[in-house]
């Protein structure tokens, strides 16, 4: 059982928002507090949106009407993001830097709150000027940027409704997202440079243009390409398409409904087609600051840096909660790894992160082989992570090496569904390597066995039994979808399809995917326990991670096919020989019977854009199949050579 490595000291914990939340009301303990918090949500999440100094236009009467799915949050009450993330800031502290963008080839902007809310309201301007208004989509494919982030909270600002795709989502899954969503306006660029290559967008564009006549207008920002559009479109680049506001009054920031759409996100895709995520402006709004506000202790003072990419939700989550209160945030496009691992060092130094957020897929790629010691990390005082589970290596050496033993991790899991998360620590706790803390709060989470029953300790599937403000309303291209996805097998229980595990000591851990469990010769193996054994392994070369997936087997039921990264210590060759001493490893480290049937060394791991492993498409490209929308993987090429080793 591991032990405790971090507890926050008094004046830590004392300092933090949750602590003074929790003093308000004479509660004791965050055990306390989580249970009151879900035993009594309207409570919660009424005096928590006071707390944390939620502008609400006009005050809702009721914080929650109806049940799942259901429910409406903070009936008759009017709000826009745009109010509490831009307006006031850009009138009180109009002088502060908003956010820091660098590109991987070392451009750097830095646009302080009076600058977003002068051209928020030119682009909303644009907008309005160009016939987009209240519930109109607005397409977003686009790397991050600070036009992104000027564009998102412009379309708000009016009542429209941004939608986000990946930028490296294939021409065809776009244009098809575009058409389920009737978007009426795109905003694109003509490319864009990542891991020290340029791509080029453009057949996207063109794609677009030729797929939707009623697209009423293509914005493009220049990136270095020559102009290349269909003459039919709407054509304008960025700085022409801003000009449309000219000397026209500037639009006001529309009041809204609580459960107007504020915004459409995209699930990862692991399994297909990506679902199209309804959110609105109230809940989300609350939600996103509850978890940056009492989770992450974000304060004006701070800066935030979480790496991401506008296609995942961590994107508009950190913009909408960092600006919410009047902090600095870092953006960054490119490779997180290029030209070397110590990028993201020198960034955390250069713009002193004091919150900083990574991808477990992203610190298992940094080179552990690296000195980082030179770099003044010091600013930091909280650390993040989500996108998949964190094992309890992993979490240690981004404890020791980013937060010299001295940051809490708030190792936070949920979804783009709920924009959020359903389990957090938080950081008036001690923690433990791997821990997801417990429940978020106002998350009425449990763990329930295969029948549906809830359990008291071990594992199970994370369900939520009430409702809770940023769940989604639904996804565009099917009410019945979301009904199967999300409330089945169990009528009135939100089904998260994630394995989680809580400890007699109360802390929880999370699994994987329900899905993802093996089941070799009648015997069921957690994938991840797999890969833990593998990547714990040292002698003539270091495993810097790995994927354990499962095939159709004729005698087995199942076999254990595992895919590998690793960095050479030793002058031998990484041949069959030291491969099968590595299955011996795993089956003395882990189980006998789980040894892996096969192990295949890779140049790279394919991951999705929002850093979750794809596991359906390992197991399809090694059946021959290849994903026909390779590049909206990192590493997508990959796919290829896992089908060449299939086939052998």
Known sequence: MEETVWCPTEGFASATRVADFMRMHGIATAAELRLRSTREPSWFWGMASRHLGVQWDHPWHKACDGAMPYAQWFVGGKINIVTNCVDRHAALRGEKIACHWESENGERRSMTYRELGRDVTRCATALHEAGIGKGDVVGMVMPICPEAVIIMFAAMKI???????????????????????????????????????????????????????????????????????????????????????????????????????????YSSGTTGKPKSIVHVHGGMLVNTAKEVGYAFDCHTKDTFFWVTNLGWMMAPWEMIGVQFFGGTYVL?????????????????????????????????????????????????????????????????????????????????????????????????????????????????????????????FGEG???????????????????????????????????????????????????????DLINRGGVKHDPMAIESALRSFSGDFQVTDAVAVSVPDDVLGQKIICFITVVSTGASPIDGSILERLRAYVGKMYDPSGKPDEIHVLRALPITLSAKVPRKKYVQAYQGEIPEDTASYAHGEVFADIAQLGAQ
Request: charged share 20%; with cysteine; hydrophobic share 40%.
């Open 159 to 265: 009542g429209a409704v941004p939608m986000q795709p990946a930028a490296r989502l294939g021409a065809d899954m776009i244009v098809q997202l575009l058409a389920d969503a009737h978007a009426k306006i795109v905003f694109t660029v003509d490319g864009y440079v990542y891991g020290g290559k340029t791509i080029d967008v453009r057949p996207t564009i063109r794609t677009i243009a030729d797929a939707h006549p009623q697209m009423r207008i293509v914005v493009t920002m220049r990136m270095g390409f020559a102009r290349a559009l269909p003459n039919r479109v709407s054509e304008y680049f960025w700085a022409d398409f801003m000009l449309r506001a000219g000397r026209k009054e500037p639009v006001q920031t529309l009041s809204l409904d609580a459960e107007d759409r504020a915004l459409i996100l």
């Open 461 to 515: 599937t994370l369900i939520c039994s009430a409702p809770f403000p940023s769940m989604t309303r639904g996804f565009l291209d099917g009410y019945e979808q979301f009904m199967e996805t999300y409330f089945a097998p169990w009528a009135g229980l939100w089904n998260h399809h994630d394995r989680v595990r809580r400890d007699v000591r109360g802390f929880w851990f999370i699994m994987g995917r329900d899905d």
């Open 332 to 456: 960054y496009e490119g490779s997180p790894t290029y030209p070397t691992s110590h990028r993201l060092f020198e960034m955390i130094d250069r713009y002193r992160v004091s919150i900083f957020g990574f991808s477990p897929a992203g610190i298992k790629a940094l080179d552990k082989n690296e000195d980082y010691s030179r770099h003044d990390l010091s600013s930091l005082r909280i650390l993040g992570s989500t996108g998949a589970p964190l094992d309890a290596d992993t979490w240690k050496w981004y404890f020791e090496v980013f937060g010299k033993k001295n940051c809490p991790i708030m190792n936070i899991t949920g979804g783009t569904e709920i924009m959020g998360c359903l389990l957090s620590p938080l950081p008036i706790e001690p923690q433990i390597p791997g821990t997801v803390g417990g429940p978020g709060l106002g998350m009425a989470v449990d763990i329930v066995d295969v029948d549906g029953r809830c359990i008291s």
